[in-house]
C-alpha cells in the first residue's frame, strides 16, 4: 500500500488533535508516516502509532525554533525524497499552510489547502471543500504532481488503529535558505484553561452587543459551564474587548463544532463564513431581524444580559 | 537608495453579492460585483506607512486579473500607491494558487523590488498560502502574518501573532512579507488621492512578457481539478422564541434535548 506523509503539530512531544484526526484520514487513502520536527519529537511516536503511523520520521535541531518554516521545509522535503509518498497531508494551520505551499513550489506539485474531508479516487485523493463562507461545497484533486493537502480541524473523528510506529532518524541538511527570517523572541501564549476553539466541541462567541471587555465575563461564564472554548466576532475584536486570536470569522478562525452558540452577534457574512458548517446553531440577540436568526437551530429573541446568565445557572443546575 | 515595495493585490468577486461558480467550475466573475480584496487593503496601507518611514520609496501595486481588475489597482492607487502593473491574458483564466504564484514571482523580478508586501489571504479564494510561495520562488525570506511591520537599515522586523505564542521576527531585505487585520485599518482614498490616482501609470503585461508558456498557466496548466461544486442546502428554519423571562431557561432545555447538558 502506498505511503501517506502526514506531519506532525506538536507542542513539545504532545500532539495536537488536529494530527490524530489527519492520521485517521491518511488510512483511507494508504499507510501513514508521520514527520515529527523539533523539540520533543520522539515523545511523538506513541500517540502516533496508536493512530495508525506505520513509521515516524523524526528530527531535532535548534533551526526548526529558531527560524521561520523554511527549515522545516527542509526536512519535511527531505522525507518526501526518502519516502516517496502518494500525498502528504499537513494540518490546516499557519504554518501547516506555509510548509505545504513551499513543498508544493519545491516538489512541482499542486496544493489544495483547508480539506474538510478526503477519500480515495481513481485519480487520487478527492478533498472536500466549504467554499464561498461555506455556501457551495466542492470536490478537488491534485492533477499534476503528487498531492499536498491540508485539512481543517474537526474534518473527522480520532479513531485509534495501532501500527508500529517505529521511529526512525530523518537525516536533514538545511538549505542556504534556512535561516533567512530569524524569530527573535518568542512568548508563550497563557493558557485560559480552556479548551482550544478550532478544536472544541462547543464554542460561545460574544459579539458587538456584549457592549465591552468588561463584559465578556458573562460569555465566559456560560462558557465554563458547558466546557466550551470562547470565540469573539470581529466587531468585538476590533473594539478591542477580546484577543484576535479568539475571533471567528473569513478573517479570524473556522470553527465546526458540535454546538455553536452566538451571543450578542448580528450574523454579518464575515461571520458566518467562520461558523456555518457549525452541527447545531444557537443565537441569542435582541434584533429580531438579525441575519443570525436565518440560520440558528434555536434562537431567542432577547437581551443577551438577561438570557445569558440564566442559561448558565440553569446550565450548572443540570450538570449539578 | 530608493526602497523598491511591491504589493500584490487581488480583484474579488463582493463576499455580500451571491458568488457561484461557472459552468467550467471555476470562480463566476461575471454576476457579482469586483472589487480590490479587503484584506489587500491592509497589504496597501502597510506598504505606505513603511515608504512613509524611508527615506526614498516607490510603491507599486500589482495584479493578475481580468480587464475589471484594473479596478483594484485604481484604488490602491488613489490611496497613495505611485505605479501599478496589471498582467492579463486571456490564457491566465482558471489558473490556480501555483500558477499564481509563478505570474505574480515572474512580474516582481521585472518590475524590481526589494520588498514585496501581501494581504493574509484573499477574500474568496482564502487559501493564506501566496506570500510563502512568492518567498519560495523568489529564493527570499517571508516574514508572514503579520501584524506589526516595519523596515529600518534593510531589515524588515515584524509581529507574529500565532496560536501558541507571540513571536518578534525579522529578515534582510529583499524579502516578503505579509499582514493580517490586525496591522492597522486602512486609510480611504481622499478625493485628491482619486484625482491623483487617475495619472498614475498602469502597465500592462501579458504572458510573453513575462516569459510564461501559456500551457503552465489557466484552466489547462493548472495543478489542481475541482471535479464538482454543490450548493449547500439552506439550513431549515429553526425554533426562535421571543424570550419574556424565562428564554434562558426555554434554551437550557433545546440544549439538554439534544444532549448538550
Excluded at chain 1, 458587538?208 to 459551564?225: M, T
Excluded at chain 1, 466576532?233 to 478562525?253: C, E, L
Excluded at chain 2, 439552506?234 to 419574556?244: L, P, W
Aim: charged residues 25%; hydrophobic residues 45%.
Amino acid at each position: 500500500m502506498a505511503e501517506v506523509l502526514v506531519f506532525v503539530d506538536h507542542v513539545d512531544g504532545a500532539v495536537r488533535k488536529p494530527t490524530l484526526e489527519l492520521l485517521t484520514l491518511a488510512r483511507r487513502i494508504g499507510e501513514p508516516v508521520a514527520v515529527s520536527l523539533g523539540s520533543g519529537a520522539e515523545n511523538t511516536a506513541p500517540a502516533l502509532a496508536e493512530h495508525g503511523a506505520v513509521r515516524v520520521l523524526t528530527a531535532e535541531a535548534p533551526e526548526f525554533a529558531d527560524y521561520l518554516v523554511v527549515p522545516k521545509v527542509d526536512a519535511v522535503q527531505a522525507a518526501f525524497e526518502a519516502v516517496s509518498p502518494s500525498a502528504v497531508l499537513f494540518p490546516s494551520s499557519a504554518e501547516g499552510k506555509e510548509i505545504a505551499a513551499r513543498l508544493a513550489v519545491r516538489i512541482g506539485s499542486g496544493i489544495i489547502t483547508d480539506a474538510v474531508d478526503l477519500e480515495a479516487g481513481e485519480e487520487g485523493p478527492v478533498a472536500t471543500q466549504s467554499v464561498f463562507a461555506a455556501a457551495f461545497t466542492t470536490r478537488s484533486r491534485v492533477s499534476r504532481g503528487t498531492p499536498v493537502i491540508t485539512v481543517k480541524p474537526n474534518s473527522a473523528a480520532v479513531e485509534a488503529a495501532p501500527a508500529a510506529g517505529a521511529v526512525e532518524a530523518l537525516e536533514v541538511s538545511f538549505s542556504e535558505k534556512a535561516t533567512g527570517t530569524k524569530v527573535v523572541a518568542r512568548t508563550p501564549r497563557e493558557s485560559t484553561g480552556r479548551p482550544d476553539l478550532t478544536e472544541a466541541a462547543i464554542v460561545v462567541s460574544g459579539g458587538r452587543g456584549v457592549g465591552g471587555a468588561e463584559n465578556f465575563p458573562v460569555v465566559e461564564a456560560l462558557a465554563d459551564s458547558l466546557g466550551a472554548a470562547v470565540g469573539a466576532s470581529r466587531a468585538a475584536v476590533d473594539a478591542g474587548w477580546y484577543p484576535h486570536t479568539n475571533q471567528v470569522g473569513q478573517t479570524g478562525k473556522t470553527v465546526s463544532p458540535q454546538l455553536y452558540i452566538a451571543a450578542g452577534i448580528s450574523g454579518a457574512i464575515q461571520h458566518r463564513a467562520g461558523m456555518q458548517t457549525s452541527k447545531t446553531i444557537v443565537a441569542v440577540n435582541k434584533d429580531a431581524e438579525a441575519p443570525i436568526f436565518d440560520l440558528v437551530d434555536y434562537g431567542v429573541v432577547g437581551d443577551l444580559f438577561e438570557v445569558v446568565p440564566q442559561l448558565t445557572e440553569e446550565v450548572k443546575t443540570r450538570k449539578g | 537608495m530608493s526602497l523598491r515595495i511591491v504589493v500584490c493585490v487581488k480583484y474579488v468577486p463582493d463576499a455580500t453579492g451571491d458568488r457561484h461558480f461557472a459552468e467550467d467550475l471555476t470562480v463566476d466573475r461575471d454576476d457579482v460585483d469586483g472589487l480590490l480584496s479587503e484584506l489587500d487593503e491592509y497589504a496597501v496601507e502597510q506598504a505606505l506607512q513603511i515608504a512613509d518611514e524611508a527615506d526614498d520609496a516607490e510603491i507599486t501595486v500589482l495584479t493578475v486579473g481580468p480587464e475589471d481588475a484594473k479596478d483594484a489597482l485604481r484604488k490602491a492607487l488613489s490611496m497613495g500607491a505611485d505605479k501599478a502593473v496589471h498582467v492579463e491574458d486571456e490564457d491566465l483564466h482558471g489558473t490556480d494558487a501555483l500558477g499564481t504564484s509563478l505570474v505574480l514571482a515572474r512580474a516582481i523580478e521585472k518590475t524590481g523590488y526589494d520588498l514585496v508586501v501581501c494581504g493574509m489571504a484573499s477574500t474568496d479564494g482564502t487559501m493564506g498560502v501566496l506570500a510563502a510561495m512568492l518567498a519560495e520562488r523568489l529564493g527570499v525570506p517571508q516574514v508572514s502574518l503579520l501584524s506589526e511591520v516595519s523596515v529600518e537599515d534593510g531589515t524588515v522586523t515584524g509581529r507574529r501573532d500565532g496560536d501558541t505564542a507571540t513571536e518578534q521576527l525579522q529578515a534582510r531585505l529583499p524579502a516578503v512579507v505579509s499582514v493580517t487585520d490586525q496591522s492597522g485599518e486602512a486609510r480611504y482614498p481622499s478625493f485628491k488621492g482619486i484625482m491623483a490616482a487617475k495619472k498614475k501609470p498602469v502597465a500592462s503585461w501579458d504572458l510573453s512578457d513575462l516569459d510564461i508558456e501559456a500551457e503552465d498557466v489557466g484552466l489547462e496548466g493548472a495543478w489542481t481539478a475541482v471535479e464538482g461544486a454543490t450548493e449547500r442546502p439552506a439550513r431549515t428554519a429553526g425554533t426562535i422564541v421571543k424570550d419574556e423571562g424565562e428564554g434562558g431557561k426555554q434554551l437550557a432545555a433545546f440544549l439538554a434535548e439534544r444532549k448538550f447538558i
